[in-house]
């Protein structure tokens, strides 16, 4: 269906190619997942199979497209709209209508399909992807996971035989997530479409996997079936590392996989002495109390009478649903969020204060927010000149920010530009930026969106190093895997309300929606990560 | 090989801010007060248009304030629950702040006419380089009411524009363009709700830029501010053309060619300039004037049919003409013409004196107006419904 010949990218200006001598064959039918490092060219790869590479990106592509026998050098983009829909990873970035109704239209009035075909594609599509009570509200006021499935069913009334999606689920909180994937695959098995998918959290897709693209980062590719490639891929999700550490072959893919031959180990485990706590936290004072704290956004009551001490030394994983009111709550704590009742405390060496009461230029200093879209904090044209300026926002010493960004991210050039940065680079930028001022509190929303697994490694350490300065860390996540390697502590939000607050243990082990995959393949035993099995396993006799 | 520059198209689309979501299970009811389908966008604009005409006929407050009474009563009853008709309170508040500029101005630096003196404001005397306006000084009855009035009456076309606003979902207004258009037309869409969606960036940045302890105002913050907002403006937009062009975005019939349209496009521009010389230019011969225009737009008129032809797209779900619309469009018209007829009839109803001052007396045919205007807030909905 899709056929890669010798392709390689290079876009305009650069002079290393994206994609190098890429060549592979994805059959009917079948799922095909494209993972690999961040910037290893995995959107490139996708854009090049729906032709937006090069006809919109620009660049030069040498080799040679197939989609549908239709070959992408002589078929634009909008030529190959009634072979392959496009799904990114903002869908309301993508929307060109207001109603669901109608934007599952759009695709086909440009195709110039007759109406009565219209209103029939429409009626299927809407009762195949259950969007029969979404179809005339405005698309803006959709949750995330029914913004997914109407852009999903948007790009299918003009009937595609492939589909590409870009990162579907990376802003899907886990419930939301299941819903596209489970649309996803009803698609493939039952109408027998072609799915390109590339995916950060492959704990979500990879159990639907046919087929897999594993991109190393250096522009070449290797591709074949997943529990294969999966044997010296940089990048596995947890559930691969667990049976590449327990020696299974093949490769596990999926929890149920891994449940059937667990057996032994669970065994060797409960007898080893380290099931019990691989990090043992010493709660010190509470740096940061919250009491019957009330956010309402007009006719939205987004908190309501959350209560929370922050201690010395913890990290502290805020998770929920869309919309649950995380975000409202780190913005209040903050103290420049809309705040309509409660107290907040923040104890600082010159005694107790509250954020909100402080000027902007004062809060950072006892409490600092990296926000869900950090590159808004960016304005200056090159990175040393934001490290500068953020010295002296700061009041710290020359340098400051400078040092930060190298022991977050190793390496920055100090000339290039913040927005050609990667992902985890920028964060790491904003990050460095925000602890310069040393705050005590530091609060992070939706940090891991766009990174890889090296780099939600590496926020992990950075996050270890903050607290053992006697800094307190709270984050607002959706990434499960991320929460359980990194937090001692998790809150649940749900309507705004805490309903869950305890060790991290306590809380992830026993959801169905947030545990972590060691921790289902493990159940009843309490280990939510690879690190901590490989560390029980260490210990036994 | 194949080698590519981007594309050009810069599109838009506005977005809720992602920070504040509605939470699930909050669902609006789209449809609002207005069950049914609801009727053709155009029609509504005509009603609209035809209830501005009549308010510019006549400088009667009562008779304006009968008509913008039913405006209001028509757009509260039939609105619907969208971002656009709720926006129509912003156009009642426009008209009151033009009103009140109106009077200001008036009072400030008005050219004070005789008559009766209400308040004996001194008069502040400027220098010689601003010879013939004076601030202040007494200000009398007739010319503030008259301010008053023709500040009323320009409100009243705002609030006019603004129920049209209300009333008819301004993208499905622009779906009735003609097939040669459909291009021109989407863009015209996506620019207009850019405005708001830069907005909601520009509150992200700014919330985002105090985290950093920025809390200066002045150029240097607003030069902070248009880096993220313009970089993140064009990201979006170039995301939504990608999905756009990707879905079929001006696909063309494959097999004919511009150039037609091209040269009548050129054929029609030469000939209106042409025309418009001729029609300006006493000296120039007759068939320069009229008939050139005329010819010109003939040709621009086949030129769009043509390029309508290389467009290959349909409509789903067009929304119908019936015995609603005309209704509904009927009452504009009528109304307009019946005021636009009265001024012939009786001038003194629609422009009550102010020297000496009377107390305005209302018409009896715009009493009747006024019904007619408000007629479309009593109509049955239609029950072939979109929104179920």
Redesign the interface.
């Given at each position: 269906m899709i056929r890669f010949e010798h392709v390689s990218v290079t876009y305009t200006g650069e002079t290393d190619p994206v994609l190098r001598d890429v060549s592979t064959q994805i059959g009917e039918g079948e799922l095909c997942l494209v993972v690999g490092p961040t910037g290893s060219g995995k959107s490139t790869l996708l854009?090049a199979a729906?032709?937006?590479v090069?006809?919109?990106?620009?660049?030069?592509?040498?080799g040679r497209v197939l989609i549908g026998g239709r070959d992408?050098?002589d078929h634009?983009?909008?030529?190959?709209?009634?072979v392959?829909?496009?799904v990114?990873q903002?869908p309301?970035?993508?929307?060109?209508?207001?109603?669901a109704?109608?934007e599952l239209?759009?695709?086909?009035?440009?195709?110039?399909?007759?109406?009565a075909v219209?209103?029939k594609r429409?009626e299927e599509v809407v009762d195949l992807l259950g969007l029969g009570a979404l179809?005339?509200?405005?698309l803006?006021?959709l949750?995330?996971g029914e913004q997914q499935r109407v852009a999903l069913g948007?790009?299918l009334t003009?009937q595609p035989r492939v589909l590409v999606l870009d990162e579907p689920t990376s802003a899907l909180d886990p419930a939301a997530a299941e819903e596209v994937l489970a649309a996803i695959t009803r698609l493939v098995h039952d109408l027998g479409v072609t799915v390109l998918l590339a995916e950060h959290r492959l704990e979500r897709v990879v159990q639907y996997a046919d087929h897999m693209i594993s991109l190393r980062g250096d522009g070449t590719a290797v591709d074949g079936l997943p529990s294969d490639v999966f044997g010296d891929s940089a990048v596995a999700p947890p559930i691969v590392e667990l049976g590449r550490l327990a020696g299974w072959y093949p490769l596990p893919l999926s929890v149920r996989d891994a449940r059937r031959r667990v057996a032994p180990l669970r065994e060797r485990l409960a007898r080893s002495a380290a099931v019990v706590p691989a990090r043992i936290v010493r709660p010190g004072a509470a740096v940061l109390s919250v009491h019957d704290l009330h956010v309402q956004?007009g006719r939205?009551h987004?908190v309501r009478g959350a209560d929370l001490d922050l201690r010395a030394g913890e990290v502290v994983a805020v998770m929920g649903?869309?919309?649950?009111g995380k975000?409202?709550l780190l913005?209040a704590l903050?103290g420049?969020?809309p705040r309509s009742g409660g107290t907040i405390r923040i104890t600082a060496p010159s005694g107790e204060v509250d954020p909100a009461a402080l000027?902007?230029?004062?809060?950072?200093r006892h409490v600092?927010?990296v926000?869900?879209?950090p590159?808004?904090?960016?304005?200056l044209d090159t990175v040393s000149g934001e490290c500068a300026t953020?010295d002296a926002?700061?009041d710290a010493a020359p340098g400051t920010t400078r040092a930060l960004l190298t022991r977050i991210a190793g390496p920055v050039r100090p000339g290039v530009h913040p927005?050609d940065l990667s992902e985890g680079q920028r964060l790491a930028l904003v990050l460095a930026?925000?602890l310069a001022?040393a705050p005590p509190v530091v609060l992070l929303d939706e940090p891991t969106r766009g990174l890889d697994y090296a780099a939600k490694r590496r926020l992990t350490d950075v996050l270890a190093e903050v607290v053992a300065g006697g800094g307190a860390v709270l984050l607002a996540s959706h990434d499960v895997e991320f929460v359980a390697g990194c937090a001692d502590r998790v809150l649940i939000l749900a309507?705004?309300e805490i309903v869950a607050d305890g060790t991290a243990r306590e809380v992830l082990v026993a959801s169905p929606i947030f545990a972590p995959q060691v921790a289902k393949v493990l159940f009843p035993l309490e280990l939510l990560t690879v690190e901590a099995v490989r560390a029980a396993l260490g210990t036994t006799p | 090989m194949v080698t590519a520059a981007p594309a050009p198209e810069l599109l838009h689309q506005p977005r809720v801010s992602r920070e504040h979501p509605a939470p699930r299970g909050w669902r609006p009811t789209w449809a609002g007060h207005a069950p049914g389908r609801p009727v053709h966008p155009l029609a509504w604009w005509a009603w609209a248009l035809g209830l501005a005409v009549a308010v510019t006929r006549t400088a009667n407050p009562l008779v304006i304030g009968l008509l913008l009474a039913a405006t209001v009563l028509v757009v509260v009853v039939r609105r619907g629950d969208s971002p656009w008709a709720r926006a129509f309170g912003a156009y009642l508040v426009l008209g009151g702040v033009i009103i009140a500029v109106r009077v200001g101005c008036y009072v400030l630096v008005g050219f004070k006419t005789g008559g009766p003196v209400l308040v004996g404001l001194p008069t502040i005397p400027l220098p010689d380089w601003a010879a013939g306006i004076s601030l202040l000084g007494p200000v009398h009855t007739p010319g503030l009411l008259a301010a008053a009035r023709g500040g009323f009456r320009l409100a009243a076309l705002i609030v006019c524009v603004g129920a049209a606003n209300a009333l008819a979902n301004p993208k499905r207004a622009l779906r009735c363009l003609p097939a040669s258009l459909h291009h021109v037309g989407t863009a015209v869409v996506i620019a207009v709700t850019v405005t708001p969606q830069l907005v909601t960036s520009l509150v992200r940045v700014r919330r985002a830029q105090r985290l950093r302890g920025q809390d200066r105002r002045g150029p240097r913050s607003v030069l902070s501010c248009a880096l993220p907002v313009l970089a993140d403006a064009l990201d979006r937009s170039l995301e939504l053309a990608a999905s756009m062009d990707s879905r079929g975005y001006a696909r063309s019939v494959p097999g004919r060619s511009g150039a037609g349209i091209t040269a009548t496009l050129l054929g029609s521009l030469l000939a209106a300039a042409l025309g418009t010389y001729g029609l300006l230019d006493g000296s120039s011969p007759v068939w320069l004037g009229l008939p050139v225009l005329a010819a010109g737009a003939l040709v621009a008129l086949s030129g769009s049919v043509l390029a309508g032809r290389r467009v290959q797209r349909t409509r789903y779900r067009p929304d119908p003409w019936q015995l609603r619309e005309s209704v509904v469009a009927g009452c504009g018209v009528v109304v307009a013409l019946l005021l636009v007829g009265t001024l012939g009839t009786d001038p003194a109803g629609l422009d009550p004196s102010l020297s000496p001052l009377t107390w305005p007396s209302v018409p009896p045919v715009a009493v009747l107006c006024a019904l007619l205007a408000a007629l479309p807030a009593a109509l049955p909905a239609a029950h072939q419904g979109r929104s179920r």
């Open positions: 854009r729906c032709g937006l090069p006809h919109f990106s620009g660049g030069l592509l040498a992408t050098r634009r983009p909008r030529d190959l709209a009634d392959v829909g496009v990114g903002d309301l970035a993508g929307f060109v209508t207001d109603s109704e109608e239209a759009y695709g086909m009035e440009q195709l110039g399909l007759a109406p219209m209103r429409v179809r005339s509200r405005p803006a006021d949750s995330g948007a790009v003009s956004h939205v987004a649903r869309n919309g649950s975000s409202s913005w903050q420049s969020g000027s902007a230029a004062q809060a950072r600092a927010l926000p869900q879209t590159s808004d904090l960016l304005y953020g926002q700061a927005r930026i925000q001022a309507d705004g | -």
